[in-house]
C-alpha cells in the first residue's frame, strides 16, 4: 500500500503554474474521508488514510478489492443507506453529486456520492450546527436590482450571513485571464482589495478549468496537513469532483503570504462560462457546513442569472436604439447616388456610434475627417499599412500607437483604431480613431513572475513562486486607447452593413449581405429564446436544491420555512416569465399552416378560464357572432389567450367589470373587437404598447411581464393580419384582422 502523493512526486515536472496538475493531489483535506470503489464490480480501489477514524476497521490494506458489504461491521449504515442502495439509480449521469445524511458511531455526517471515470466515490464529512447563523431575508431582491454593482453587493451581504468570514469579494475575470476585484465585504482590521487586478498566473488555466467543473471549493484550513489517498494501483485518481480535494502546494502558499487561513470560492457561472468568482478568505481556519455551501451556491446562481438577464435587457435596449440610429442614417444615404457623398453627409454619426474621436473617410486620393483625426499624410500612411499588411474586413486594435507609432510617425490622437474596407480594390475605407488613454492598472502585488530553483530526483527544477506581498503596484500603460468593446465592433458592423444594403452593389453581393443581417436579426431576436430555454435547467436546478433546504430544514420555525419557499416562488415566478418570453420566438419561428377555423369555441373557453384565473368570477363576458378566420390553429389560440386574458385581468377591478366580443365580416377580411370597461391605456404611453417588457404606468398594480402584446403583435404579422387599439378613461378595445377564409 503506498500513497498517491509518492507516486505523484515520481512524474510531476512542471515549471508554470499553469502545468502544476492540481486535479490529481493525491489527499485530501482532514474535514473529508473518502472511498472510492469500482463501478463495475463494486470493490474498494482507493481510500483516505483516515477512515479509520469513523469506521471500526481494524486494517485498511484488507479492504482493497473487497466490497462494502464484506465489512457489515464495519460499514453497516453505509450498506442500509438509499444511497448505497441504489447506486445504479444515483450514478447513472457521471460527474452529478448526490447528497444524503448518515449516523457513523452515533455522530451525524454529509454523505456524497459521485460517479468520476470508472469510479464511484463515497465522501464524508461531518454535520455541523451554527445556532446563531442568520440568514438575510433578502435574497428574493436579485431580480429587481437594475444596478450591476448594487447586485453584487448585495449578494455578498447575503452571502455574509451564512459563510461569515472576514473578507467576501467578487472576482471578475478579464478576457486575457487576469481578474479585478470589484465588489468587497470585510471585516474593518483587514486591508481592502477593492478595484485591485491580480496576474492570471494567480488563478491558471487549468485551475480556472477546474471552477468551472467543481464550483464550490473550501480550504477550512491551509496549515493542516492533507490526508494521503491510498491505493493498490499506480494510476492517480482524478480528484476534480471531491468536496475535499487536497490544496495544491502553491495555492497554499499563495493564501499563507495573504496572511489568511482559510478560503471558499462560489463560480459565477454565465452563459456557461466562468465569468467570476465569490471567493471568501479567513484569518483563522474555518469549515463552511455542507448545507450552507450549498446554499451559497444557490444565491451565487440567483445572482449571476439575475445578472445575466439584466446584462440581456440592456443589450436589447441597445441594439433597439442602434437600429433607430442606422434607421435614421438610411433615409438619409437613400437620399443619394453616390457613396462618397451619403457618407459624408452623415459622418458625424458614423463616427460616434462606436464611440470614435475621429473618422476618416479615405476614397482613391480623398480624404474626409471628422472629430479628433491625425493629419492627412498621416492617414494615407495607415491606409496604406493597412492596405499591404491586413486581411480582414475589419481590423480593430487599441495598442496602435504602441506597436506602430514608430513606422507611421503616428500621434496620440491615433492610439486605437478601427478600419473597415469597404472596397480595397479603389483603396476606399472607413477609420475610427481613439486618442492615447492614459491608463493605471492597480495590481495586487507586483504581478511580475518570479522563478525560484527546487530540487526533485537529483535535478535542479524551476517553478513559479507566489507572491510574497500584495501591497498596491501601479503599472502606468503607455500607447494604448480605450479597448473597443463588442458594442463599438457592432456598431461598426452595422455601418458595413448599412453602406453595403444601400450602395448599388452587383446582385450576389447584395444576396449574401442579405443572409448576413437575415441570420444576425435571428440571432438578435432569438435571445429571448436562448435565455428560457438555456436558464430553464439552473431554474430547476435551484428550484430542487431549495426544496432539499426546505426538506433538511433543522430549525422548524415558520420564518425560516417562509424565506426558502419565498425562493421557489421567485424561481416559479421567473420560470413564467421566461415562459412567456419563450413564446415570444416561438411566435417568430414556428411553423405554420393557414386554414379555415372556427372561434366560438376557443373564445369561450379562453373566457371561463381567465375569469378563474384572475379571480374574477363576476366579470360579465358577452360573446357576439364569431365568423370563421384564416389563421394557423395554435398561433390563434395564442392571440386569443393574450387578448382576453388582459381584457378580464385590467377590467378585474371595476364594481361591474364587463368584456364584450364581437366578430364583423368584411369584403376581404374578418375583424373581431374585444372591448373592456378596464384601466384604459395612457395618451403619453401608446407608442410602446408592442414593445417587449414595456408596461403602462398604471398597470404596475397588476401581474404581469409585457410580453403578451408583443406575442400579439407578431402573430398577427406572420398570419398576414394586424392589431390595434382604441382607448381611453372607459376602457380598451383591441381590434383583430385576420384574412377572411376562401369561400
Same mark, same amino acid.
Given at each position: 500500500?503506498?500513497?498517491?502523493?509518492?507516486?505523484?512526486?515520481?512524474?510531476?515536472?512542471?515549471?508554470?503554474?499553469?502545468?502544476?496538475?492540481?486535479?490529481?493531489?493525491?489527499?485530501?483535506?482532514?474535514?473529508?474521508?473518502?472511498?472510492?470503489?469500482?463501478?463495475?464490480?463494486?470493490?474498494?480501489?482507493?481510500?483516505?488514510?483516515?477512515?479509520?477514524?469513523?469506521?471500526?476497521?481494524?486494517?485498511?490494506?484488507?479492504?482493497?478489492?473487497?466490497? &462494502?458489504?464484506?465489512?457489515?461491521?464495519?460499514? @453497516?449504515?453505509?450498506?442500509?443507506?438509499?444511497?448505497?442502495?441504489?447506486?445504479?439509480?444515483? *450514478?447513472?449521469?457521471?460527474?452529478?453529486?448526490?447528497?444524503?445524511?448518515?449516523?457513523?458511531?452515533?455522530?451525524?455526517?454529509?454523505?456524497?456520492?459521485?460517479?468520476?471515470?470508472?469510479?464511484?466515490?463515497?465522501?464524508?464529512?461531518?454535520?455541523?450546527?451554527?445556532?446563531?447563523?442568520?440568514?438575510?431575508?433578502?435574497?428574493?431582491?436579485?431580480?429587481?436590482?437594475?444596478?450591476?454593482?448594487?447586485?453584487?453587493?448585495?449578494?455578498?451581504?447575503?452571502?455574509?450571513?451564512?459563510?461569515?468570514?472576514?473578507?467576501?469579494?467578487?472576482? $471578475?475575470?478579464?478576457?486575457?485571464?487576469?481578474?479585478?476585484?470589484?465588489? =468587497?465585504?470585510?471585516? =474593518?482590521?483587514?486591508?481592502?482589495?477593492?478595484?485591485?487586478?491580480?496576474?492570471?498566473?494567480?488563478?491558471?488555466?487549468?485551475?480556472?478549468?477546474?471552477?468551472?467543473?467543481?464550483?464550490?471549493?473550501?480550504?477550512?484550513?491551509?496549515?493542516?496537513?492533507?490526508?494521503?489517498?491510498?491505493?493498490?494501483?499506480?494510476?492517480?485518481?482524478?480528484?476534480?469532483?471531491?468536496?475535499?480535494?487536497?490544496?495544491?502546494?502553491?495555492?497554499?502558499?499563495?493564501? $499563507?503570504?495573504?496572511?489568511?487561513?482559510?478560503?471558499?470560492?462560489?463560480?459565477?457561472?454565465?452563459?456557461?462560462?466562468?465569468?467570476?468568482?465569490?471567493?471568501?478568505?479567513?484569518?483563522?481556519?474555518?469549515?463552511?457546513?455542507?448545507?450552507?455551501?450549498?446554499?451559497?451556491?444557490?444565491?451565487?446562481?440567483?445572482?449571476?442569472?439575475?445578472?445575466?438577464?439584466?446584462?440581456?435587457?440592456?443589450?436589447?435596449?441597445?441594439?433597439?436604439?442602434?437600429?433607430?440610429?442606422?434607421?435614421?442614417?438610411?433615409?438619409?444615404?437613400?437620399?443619394?447616388?453616390?457613396?462618397?457623398?451619403?457618407?459624408?453627409?452623415?459622418?458625424?454619426?458614423?463616427?460616434? &456610434?462606436?464611440?470614435?474621436?475621429?473618422?476618416?473617410?479615405?476614397?482613391?486620393?480623398?480624404?474626409?475627417?471628422?472629430?479628433? *483625426?491625425?493629419?492627412?499624410?498621416?492617414?494615407?500612411?495607415?491606409?496604406?499599412?493597412?492596405?499591404?499588411?491586413?486581411?480582414?474586413?475589419?481590423?480593430?486594435?487599441?495598442?496602435?500607437?504602441?506597436?506602430?507609432?514608430?513606422?507611421?510617425?503616428?500621434?496620440?490622437?491615433?492610439?486605437?483604431?478601427?478600419?473597415?474596407?469597404?472596397?480595397?480594390?479603389?483603396?476606399?475605407?472607413?477609420?475610427?480613431?481613439?486618442?492615447?488613454?492614459?491608463?493605471?492598472?492597480?495590481? %495586487?502585488?507586483?504581478?511580475?513572475?518570479?522563478?525560484?530553483?527546487?530540487?526533485?530526483?537529483?535535478?535542479?527544477?524551476?517553478?513559479?513562486?507566489?507572491?510574497?506581498?500584495?501591497?498596491?503596484?501601479?503599472?502606468?500603460?503607455?500607447?494604448?486607447? $480605450?479597448?473597443?468593446?463588442?458594442?463599438?465592433?457592432?456598431?461598426?458592423? %452595422?455601418?458595413?452593413?448599412?453602406?453595403?444594403?444601400?450602395?448599388?452593389?452587383?446582385?450576389?453581393?447584395?444576396?449574401?449581405?442579405?443572409?448576413?443581417?437575415?441570420?444576425?436579426?435571428? =440571432?438578435?431576436?432569438?435571445?429571448?429564446?436562448?435565455?428560457?430555454?438555456?436558464? +430553464?435547467?439552473?431554474? *430547476?436546478?435551484?428550484?430542487?436544491?431549495? @426544496?432539499?433546504?426546505?426538506?433538511?430544514?433543522?430549525?422548524?420555525?415558520?420564518?425560516?420555512? *417562509?424565506?426558502?419557499?419565498?425562493?421557489?416562488?421567485?424561481?416559479?415566478?421567473?420560470?413564467?416569465?421566461? @415562459?412567456?418570453?419563450? @413564446?415570444?420566438?416561438?411566435?417568430?419561428?414556428?411553423?405554420?399552416?393557414?386554414?379555415?377555423?372556427?372561434?366560438?369555441?376557443?373564445?369561450?373557453?379562453?373566457?371561463?378560464?381567465?375569469?378563474?384565473?384572475?379571480?374574477?368570477?363576476?366579470?360579465?363576458?358577452?360573446?357576439?357572432?364569431?365568423?370563421?378566420?384564416?389563421?394557423?390553429?395554435?398561433?390563434?389560440?395564442?392571440?386569443?389567450?393574450?387578448?382576453?386574458?388582459?381584457?378580464?385581468?385590467?377590467?378585474?377591478?371595476?364594481?361591474?367589470?364587463?368584456?364584450?366580443? =364581437?366578430?364583423?365580416?368584411?369584403?376581404?377580411?374578418?375583424?373581431?373587437?374585444?372591448?373592456?370597461? +378596464?384601466?384604459?391605456?395612457?395618451?403619453?404611453?401608446?407608442?410602446?404598447?408592442?414593445?417587449?417588457?414595456?408596461?403602462?404606468?398604471?398597470?404596475?398594480?397588476?401581474?404581469?411581464?409585457?410580453?403578451?402584446?408583443?406575442?400579439?403583435?407578431?402573430?398577427?404579422?406572420?398570419?398576414?393580419?394586424?392589431?390595434?387599439?382604441?382607448?381611453?378613461?372607459? +376602457?380598451?378595445?383591441?381590434?383583430?384582422?385576420?384574412?377572411?377564409?376562401?369561400?
Amino acid at each position: 500500500m503506498v500513497s498517491l502523493i509518492d507516486r505523484l512526486k515520481r512524474f510531476m515536472n512542471f515549471i508554470e503554474c499553469h502545468e502544476e496538475p492540481i486535479h490529481i493531489p493525491g489527499s485530501i483535506q482532514s474535514f473529508g474521508y473518502l472511498i472510492g470503489i469500482d463501478a463495475e464490480s463494486r470493490t474498494i480501489t482507493f481510500l483516505s488514510r483516515n477512515i479509520s477514524d469513523i469506521f471500526k476497521i481494524e486494517s485498511l490494506d484488507k479492504l482493497f478489492g473487497r466490497e &462494502l458489504t464484506d465489512f457489515p461491521e464495519s460499514f @453497516q449504515s453505509i450498506i442500509d443507506s438509499e444511497i448505497y442502495t441504489s447506486l445504479d439509480k444515483f *450514478t447513472r449521469r457521471k460527474n452529478e453529486t448526490y447528497f444524503d445524511k448518515v449516523f457513523i458511531e452515533k455522530k451525524e455526517f454529509h454523505f456524497s456520492v459521485f460517479r468520476s471515470g470508472n469510479h464511484i466515490f463515497l465522501e464524508f464529512e461531518e454535520v455541523l450546527v451554527n445556532p446563531d447563523k442568520r440568514i438575510s431575508n433578502k435574497y428574493d431582491n436579485f431580480y429587481v436590482i437594475d444596478n450591476q454593482q448594487d447586485l453584487w453587493n448585495h449578494l455578498l451581504e447575503t452571502l455574509s450571513k451564512v459563510v461569515n468570514y472576514d473578507r467576501i469579494m467578487v472576482y $471578475k475575470f478579464m478576457m486575457d485571464g487576469s481578474g479585478k476585484v470589484i465588489a =468587497e465585504r470585510k471585516n =474593518e482590521e483587514m486591508e481592502s482589495f477593492m478595484g485591485l487586478h491580480y496576474p492570471e498566473s494567480d488563478i491558471p488555466k487549468q485551475a480556472r478549468e477546474l471552477y468551472l467543473k467543481k464550483r464550490k471549493r473550501i480550504f477550512s484550513n491551509v496549515y493542516a496537513e492533507t490526508v494521503p489517498v491510498l491505493s493498490k494501483t499506480e494510476e492517480p485518481i482524478d480528484l476534480t469532483f471531491s468536496a475535499s480535494r487536497g490544496m495544491s502546494p502553491v495555492h497554499g502558499q499563495y493564501l $499563507k503570504n495573504f496572511g489568511v487561513s482559510s478560503s471558499f470560492s462560489v463560480s459565477i457561472i454565465i452563459d456557461d462560462q466562468l465569468w467570476g468568482l465569490v471567493t471568501c478568505q479567513n484569518i483563522k481556519p474555518k469549515h463552511i457546513d455542507l448545507e450552507d455551501r450549498v446554499q451559497a451556491g444557490i444565491f451565487t446562481a440567483l445572482a449571476a442569472n439575475a445578472y445575466s438577464s439584466f446584462r440581456s435587457k440592456g443589450e436589447l435596449s441597445y441594439r433597439l436604439e442602434l437600429n433607430e440610429k442606422l434607421l435614421q442614417m438610411k433615409t438619409e444615404f437613400l437620399k443619394h447616388h453616390n457613396l462618397l457623398d451619403s457618407l459624408i453627409e452623415c459622418k458625424s454619426e458614423i463616427r460616434s &456610434l462606436p464611440d470614435a474621436d475621429g473618422l476618416a473617410i479615405v476614397s482613391d486620393e480623398s480624404i474626409i475627417t471628422d472629430g479628433n *483625426t491625425p493629419t492627412p499624410n498621416t492617414i494615407a500612411r495607415i491606409a496604406q499599412w493597412a492596405l499591404e499588411y491586413t486581411e480582414a474586413p475589419i481590423y480593430t486594435s487599441r495598442n496602435f500607437l504602441k506597436d506602430h507609432g514608430e513606422e507611421l510617425e503616428l500621434s496620440e490622437n491615433a492610439a486605437g483604431v478601427i478600419i473597415y474596407f469597404v472596397e480595397r480594390d479603389k483603396n476606399e475605407m472607413l477609420i475610427w480613431f481613439r486618442k492615447e488613454f492614459d491608463e493605471h492598472i492597480d495590481w %495586487a502585488g507586483n504581478p511580475t513572475k518570479k522563478i525560484e530553483v527546487f530540487s526533485q530526483n537529483g535535478e535542479d527544477k524551476q517553478m513559479i513562486s507566489p507572491r510574497t506581498s500584495f501591497r498596491i503596484f501601479t503599472e502606468n500603460i503607455k500607447g494604448h486607447s $480605450k479597448r473597443w468593446n463588442s458594442r463599438n465592433v457592432s456598431a461598426v458592423q %452595422a455601418v458595413r452593413d448599412l453602406i453595403l444594403e444601400t450602395s448599388h452593389k452587383n446582385y450576389n453581393a447584395i444576396k449574401r449581405l442579405n443572409d448576413e443581417l437575415k441570420k444576425v436579426n435571428e =440571432e438578435l431576436d432569438s435571445f429571448s429564446y436562448t435565455i428560457s430555454h438555456d436558464l +430553464g435547467t439552473p431554474l *430547476t436546478v435551484m428550484k430542487l436544491n431549495a @426544496q432539499m433546504l426546505l426538506g433538511n430544514l433543522t430549525d422548524n420555525s415558520e420564518k425560516s420555512k *417562509t424565506k426558502i419557499n419565498t425562493i421557489i416562488d421567485e424561481i416559479d415566478s421567473m420560470a413564467e416569465m421566461m @415562459q412567456d418570453v419563450l @413564446q415570444l420566438s416561438r411566435a417568430k419561428y414556428s411553423e405554420i399552416q393557414l386554414e379555415s377555423l372556427t372561434t366560438h369555441l376557443t373564445i369561450q373557453k379562453i373566457s371561463e378560464n381567465a375569469k378563474m384565473t384572475y379571480g374574477s368570477a363576476n366579470s360579465e363576458v358577452i360573446i357576439g357572432e364569431c365568423p370563421d378566420v384564416m389563421a394557423d390553429k395554435t398561433l390563434l389560440h395564442q392571440v386569443f389567450l393574450n387578448i382576453i386574458n388582459n381584457a378580464v385581468k385590467y377590467s378585474s377591478h371595476h364594481d361591474l367589470p364587463k368584456v364584450e366580443i =364581437e366578430g364583423t365580416e368584411e369584403e376581404h377580411t374578418v375583424v373581431y373587437r374585444i372591448s373592456d370597461n +378596464g384601466i384604459g391605456i395612457p395618451e403619453g404611453e401608446k407608442h410602446k404598447m408592442f414593445k417587449i417588457f414595456n408596461r403602462m404606468d398604471n398597470a404596475k398594480k397588476f401581474k404581469g411581464n409585457g410580453v403578451g402584446l408583443s406575442i400579439v403583435h407578431r402573430i398577427m404579422k406572420r398570419i398576414g393580419g394586424n392589431v390595434d387599439y382604441e382607448s381611453n378613461k372607459e +376602457g380598451t378595445s383591441f381590434i383583430l384582422t385576420f384574412k377572411k377564409p376562401y369561400i
